[in-house]
């Protein structure tokens, strides 16, 4: 069962080439999820040359491990926060470009005929037990003046206490699609490479991307990565989050097909059903933490399968993974140039909604490379600057970073490398440095430095997921230092204890 979604066993890896050598192109892409692939299917099929740059596999990042719902409606703090923030006009221009987005994604898979189980299904959020009833109202008022059909009814396969519906939003298998629309890109102008990381980006009249195998040189270059790579002003205006889904097969009744939002004390569970391999499940995501901030993180997942079985007649749990999300201050994503740069595209900021922002970024980026005026594009700006809708969190996510970067630093661990248990991790100190010290199930140590590289911060270690997460801007690595996620370019540095 592992940290594998359930996705990750319906399709087989792909095989793109390494890059070795240099290679030029108009555009380079970074990142190979849905939001870089529908960018440079976009591009290619404009006639303009493209490269894209996977450090891993195509979409096995957070495209692979997204829960595949496809909704014009908000997660987060939802669309009410943007019409108070903001306006009711900013609120229907944000709903519009998602639903945009989402019919853009049933255009590709019709017109490139991509098996990947697309269907047209209702959204509802609703309470069962009367929590965040103010929440609720909130969300159906906003819903209502996004001009969005708004339902009585929620058809949970229980009674609710409190709750509407949104019909005509969409669900997919997120790797099926992703994988098979790199495959439909026009290859005369599209090259991709996989296990090609990026090291170093450079800004210029042709723009450097550095990699470990090779240069490209471009005109332009999208950072298709989840969150910049590199250190940008954005980072201070985000917060990483990690959440948690479960999949589990049941003995009784589904649910009918449907993305279902159950809210509870201080969030929501997010519910759908999927034909799996295994079987039809029905799987929940929920239970989010600041990447980085919650030692006894395997505690999550069994939250979210005490909620499934309450709810349902669990047979057996089949899956369980866990994702990473981008929250911006103002909860709208950056979309666009980059502070700063001239010819650097970001997409970031996408909360839950990577899926659709993704679609709706490579939209807005291709049309503006293109030379396209793009309605949107004012709208999800990623050089704004928005201070009274910013400020409260901004103030909060740069207080808790700074917050851990002192108490980490300030800390003693006073255990030694005896003290590290199998499948444990500890940072302690040798010989005068922070370590990360990790021994896997083969007695066997694994020491790297716990000094992020990204901005100096240190690691903490993920239980659940045996990884060594940063808890200040959400870079991942794994036991060995490799980067896993996050803004870090380079890996944590290998500790040789035999000198």
């Given at each position: 069962?592992g940290?594998?979604?359930?996705?990750?066993?319906?399709v087989d890896?792909?095989?793109?080439?390494?890059?070795?050598?240099?290679?030029q192109a108009d555009?380079?892409?970074i990142?190979?999820?849905?939001?870089?692939?529908t960018?440079?299917?976009l591009?290619?099929?404009?006639?303009?040359?493209v490269v894209?740059l996977?450090?891993r596999?195509?979409?096995?990042?957070?495209?692979g491990?997204?829960t595949g719902n496809?909704?014009?409606?908000?997660?987060?703090?939802?669309?009410h926060?943007?019409?108070?923030?903001?306006s009711e006009?900013?609120?229907?221009e944000?709903?519009?470009?998602?639903?945009?987005?989402?019919n853009?994604i049933?255009?590709?898979?019709q017109?490139?005929?991509?098996?990947?189980?697309?269907k047209?299904?209702?959204?509802?959020?609703?309470?069962v037990?009367g929590?965040?009833e103010?929440?609720?109202?909130?969300e159906?008022e906003?819903?209502?003046?996004?001009?969005?059909?708004?339902?009585?009814n929620?058809?949970?396969?229980?009674s609710v206490?409190?709750?509407?519906?949104?019909?005509n939003?969409?669900?997919?298998?997120?790797l099926?699609?992703?994988?098979?629309?790199?495959?439909?890109?026009?290859?005369a102008?599209c090259?991709?490479?996989?296990?090609?990381r990026?090291?170093?980006?450079?800004?210029?009249?042709v723009?450097r991307?550095q990699?470990?195998?090779?240069?490209?040189?471009a005109?332009?270059?999208i950072m298709?990565?989840?969150t910049?790579?590199?250190?940008?002003?954005?980072?201070a205006?985000?917060?990483?989050?990690?959440e948690?889904?479960?999949?589990?097969?049941?003995?009784?009744?589904?649910?009918?097909?449907?993305?279902?939002w159950e809210?509870?004390?201080?969030?929501?569970?997010?519910?759908?059903?999927?034909?799996?391999p295994e079987?039809?499940?029905?799987?929940?995501?929920?239970?989010?933490?600041?990447?980085?901030?919650k030692?006894e993180?395997?505690?999550?997942?069994?939250?979210?399968e005490?909620?499934?079985?309450?709810?349902f007649?669990?047979?057996?749990?089949?899956?369980?993974?866990?994702?990473?999300q981008?929250?911006?201050?103002?909860?709208i994503?950056?979309?666009?140039?980059?502070?700063?740069d001239?010819?650097?595209?970001?997409?970031?900021?996408f909360?839950?909604?990577?899926l659709?922002?993704?679609?709706?970024?490579?939209?807005?980026?291709?049309?503006?490379?293109?030379?396209?005026?793009?309605k949107?594009?004012?709208?999800?700006?990623?050089?704004?600057?928005?201070?009274l809708?910013?400020a409260?969190?901004?103030?909060?996510e740069n207080?808790?970073v700074?917050?851990?970067?002192v108490k980490?630093?300030?800390?003693?661990?006073?255990e030694?490398?005896?003290d590290?248990k199998?499948?444990?991790?500890?940072?302690?100190?040798?010989?005068?440095?922070?370590?990360a010290?990790?021994?896997?199930?083969?007695n066997?140590?694994?020491v790297?430095?716990a000094v992020?590289?990204?901005?100096?911060?240190l690691?903490?270690?993920?239980?659940?997921?045996?990884?060594w997460?940063?808890?200040?801007?959400?870079?991942?690595?794994?036991?060995?230092?490799?980067?896993?996620?996050?803004?870090a370019?380079?890996p944590?540095h290998r500790v040789?204890?035999?000198?």
């Amino acid at each position: 069962m592992g940290n594998l979604s359930v996705w990750r066993h319906e399709v087989d890896p792909t095989s793109y080439p390494q890059l070795t050598g240099d290679v030029q192109a108009d555009v380079a892409v970074i990142g190979g999820g849905i939001t870089g692939i529908t960018a440079a299917y976009l591009l290619a099929k404009a006639g303009k040359s493209v490269v894209v740059l996977e450090a891993r596999k195509i979409a096995e990042g957070s495209t692979g491990y997204s829960t595949g719902n496809l909704y014009a409606t908000i997660g987060g703090d939802g669309m009410h926060s943007i019409a108070s923030k903001f306006s009711e006009e900013k609120l229907r221009e944000v709903v519009e470009s998602r639903a945009a987005a989402v019919n853009l994604i049933e255009e590709l898979v019709q017109t490139n005929q991509i098996d990947c189980d697309f269907k047209r299904v209702p959204w509802s959020l609703f309470n069962v037990e009367g929590q965040n009833e103010s929440y609720i109202e909130d969300e159906r008022e906003a819903a209502e003046k996004a001009g969005l059909t708004v339902l009585s009814n929620v058809p949970y396969h229980i009674s609710v206490n409190d709750g509407f519906t949104v019909p005509n939003q969409a669900q997919f298998n997120p790797l099926k699609y992703t994988v098979s629309l790199a495959s439909k890109i026009d290859q005369a102008n599209c090259r991709i490479y996989e296990n090609t990381r990026v090291t170093e980006v450079e800004e210029g009249p042709v723009c450097r991307v550095q990699t470990t195998g090779g240069t490209v040189s471009a005109t332009h270059v999208i950072m298709a990565t989840h969150t910049p790579k590199g250190l940008y002003a954005v980072h201070a205006n985000m917060g990483p989050y990690r959440e948690y889904a479960v999949g589990a097969i049941l003995n009784g009744k589904y649910p009918e097909a449907g993305i279902y939002w159950e809210m509870q004390t201080s969030e929501h569970y997010s519910l759908r059903t999927y034909d799996s391999p295994e079987g039809r499940i029905v799987m929940v995501l929920g239970e989010m933490h600041k990447v980085g901030q919650k030692e006894e993180n395997l505690e999550c997942f069994e939250r979210l399968e005490a909620f499934l079985r309450k709810r349902f007649d669990v047979a057996s749990i089949v899956y369980k993974w866990s994702a990473q999300q981008y929250k911006p201050s103002d909860v709208i994503p950056y979309i666009g140039i980059s502070t700063g740069d001239s010819k650097t595209y970001i997409a970031t900021g996408f909360s839950a909604d990577g899926l659709t922002y993704g679609t709706l970024a490579a939209m807005i980026i291709s049309d503006h490379i293109l030379g396209i005026p793009n309605k949107w594009s004012k709208t999800y700006e990623a050089s704004r600057i928005t201070p009274l809708a910013s400020a409260p969190k901004f103030i909060k996510e740069n207080a808790n970073v700074a917050f851990e970067l002192v108490k980490d630093y300030l800390t003693t661990n006073e255990e030694s490398l005896q003290d590290v248990k199998t499948y444990e991790g500890k940072v302690m100190e040798i010989e005068g440095s922070k370590c990360a010290v990790h021994r896997d199930g083969n007695n066997q140590l694994h020491v790297v430095s716990a000094v992020c590289p990204h901005m100096g911060c240190l690691v903490h270690w993920n239980t659940a997921e045996q990884s060594w997460d940063c808890p200040c801007h959400g870079s991942r690595f794994d036991k060995n230092g490799e980067v896993l996620e996050g803004p870090a370019i380079n890996p944590l540095h290998r500790v040789d204890l035999s000198k």
